[in-house]
């Protein structure tokens, strides 16, 4: 069974650092580019970040670019979120997702998504 | 950045009715569009990718159309799982925005 699953969520001060992790099974993950989906209490969806299959190729929202880092280990089957400088408008339940197509534009539908972590950015 | 807006924000149904929501790109994006549904307290389910292709094990009765700048999803005739909010996304070009969203309530 194809699985996503995130961890390392919790309360942080603001200006505070946090790494979430999301481990994958049931597929060939190197294959596979990978998304991180954010979405606040009460709001809609906001896409974070993205990393192509190889790790080569990251892409950031404008909101956390230059304070969030994306980065994956293949061999450990797990994408990381490297988050600093957080602030309070970063609280949210953070998803991570798979692209639906192998090999392709990072660019892409988000398939499998796991259960989510939530980060509360608080003093 | 590409702007994503949904229409209605809102939408009252009852079951069997046939429904469809809006979603307008603020530039072209192809047909690089997704829906999504999402249940409260739940990871969103992909519905509808490149626009118009069903996902393995959605129902027939979820269907998307448009290109260009102009989409659309329709539901055929609702069921009672079917009410709750619904997202679309672009991915022709990052950020990969996401539609406010449309909640769908019974009437």
């Known amino acids: 069974e194809v699985q996503l699953l995130e961890s390392g969520g919790g309360l942080v001060q603001p200006g505070g650092s946090l790494r979430l992790s999301c481990t994958a099974s049931?597929?060939?993950?190197?294959?596979?580019?990978m998304s991180w989906v954010r979405q606040a209490p009460g709001k809609g969806l906001e896409w974070v970040s993205g990393?192509?299959?190889?790790?080569?190729?990251?892409f950031y929202a404008d909101s956390v670019k230059g304070r969030f880092t994306i980065s994956r280990d293949n061999p450990k089957n797990t994408v990381y979120l490297q988050m600093n400088s957080l602030r309070a408008e970063d609280t949210a339940v953070y998803y991570c997702a798979k692209v639906i197509v192998p090999a392709a534009r990072l660019g892409n539908a988000l398939d499998i998504w796991g259960r989510g972590t939530t980060v509360t950015v608080s003093s | 950045d590409i702007q994503m807006t949904q229409s209605p924000s809102t939408l009252s149904a009852s079951v069997g009715d046939r429904v469809t929501i809006t979603c307008r790109a603020s530039?072209?994006?192809?047909?690089?569009l997704a829906w999504y549904q999402q249940k409260p307290g739940k990871a969103p389910k992909l519905l509808i990718y490149?626009?118009?292709s069903l996902e393995t094990g959605v129902p027939s009765r979820f269907s998307g159309g448009g290109s260009g700048t102009d989409f659309t999803l329709t539901i055929s005739s609702l069921q009672p799982d079917d009410f709750t909010t619904y997202y679309c996304q672009q991915y022709s070009s990052y950020p990969y925005t996401f539609g406010q969203g449309t909640k769908l309530e019974i009437k």
């Open positions: 049931g597929f060939t993950f190197s294959s596979y580019a």
């Open positions: 990393i192509s299959g190889s790790g080569g190729t990251t």
């Open positions: 490149k626009a118009s």
């Open positions: 530039q072209t994006i192809s047909s690089w």
